[in-house]
């Protein structure tokens, strides 16, 4: 087996589908597996011009690649459903492509009706945390046994395990670092694993590793109840406008702050990532200022006086990983 796995170093929102979608169009990948997270995640996908976002369903359908909901995974059905259906209208074919495992866990109407009522974290109040309370807790109810699911659920171990086939696998993650129930700012996290040691979880063996792509953005955004944009800077309201900076699945205004470089480091050591894509460097280009936080005190800013200066200095940092810098929203 073969395993590429990309993981979101920031906050979610970096742009993991647009390096999914840009890998499968050149991989020989013949699975695509999301490995952690529910339908909290909204991943905007361009496909021959046209714009999808998606919530549960990995992004191997758009290139005829089985697609599979992985075991880390929480699956609310109606969404499931309306996301297939939404692909379909879209002339995406779906048909024995998407795929569940057996042991993923369902997100249940009162999961949601539970969640819909948090003002602490500031949830997507999508049923993400008390879905997986209760798989931890185990009083959950898995994919497996539920009948509406039958035709789409799989044993994942007989999938990768005994295929007949040499297995590629694409694993694409949703959220991010900051937001990770282990490594992110608690208990303003989300409640799944978000980094590989997550994406390993859903059977993929440490030795089949090729490439963990790493995927941030060119500023930071968050969504949810901390404080986290610095007050008084309009430059934070101008990259959110520039940005489009706006929640994929609830449509929330995102906090805006520069890139912390020291995250940026916790998060490419722990995920051992191979490569990093910063995205929307574009943004600041339009706006003409360019920013990083970085030393040991989280306050201190490096300003530059040019994109080139902020590119240089990104690219010393981590000069053992193999970094893109992205300009363009729809590929790398
Ligand atoms: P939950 O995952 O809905 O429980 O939300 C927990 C925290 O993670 C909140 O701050 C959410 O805004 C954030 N969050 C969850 N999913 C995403 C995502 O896909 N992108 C960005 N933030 C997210
Ligand atoms: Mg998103």
Redesign the pocket.
Known sequence: MIADIIVDLQ???CGKGKVTHHLLEGGNYTHCIRYN?GC???HTIYHEGKKFVTHHIPAGVFYGVKSIIGPGCVVNLQQFFNEINELEQGGIVCAGLIKIAKNAHIITDEHMQEDEKDTR????G?G??PAYRDKYDRTGVRATDVPELDEYTIDIYEELHNNENQVEVLLEG??GFG?DIDWGDYP????SHCTVAGALLNGIPPKSVRHVWGVAKAYETY??AKDFQPKDQDIFNLIRKVGKEY?A?TGRPRQCNWTDVNLLKRAANINGVTHIVINKMDVLKQLGTWGLRCGNDDRIKVKFTSEEEMRDYITATFSDIDVHFSYNPETI
């Not at 974290?121 to 997507?124: A, E, K, M, S």
């Open positions: 906050y979610g929102d997270g909290n995640a909204g974290i500031g949830t997507t999508r993400n945390g949703a959220q937001l303003f996290v989300t409640s969504v949810g929640g699945t």
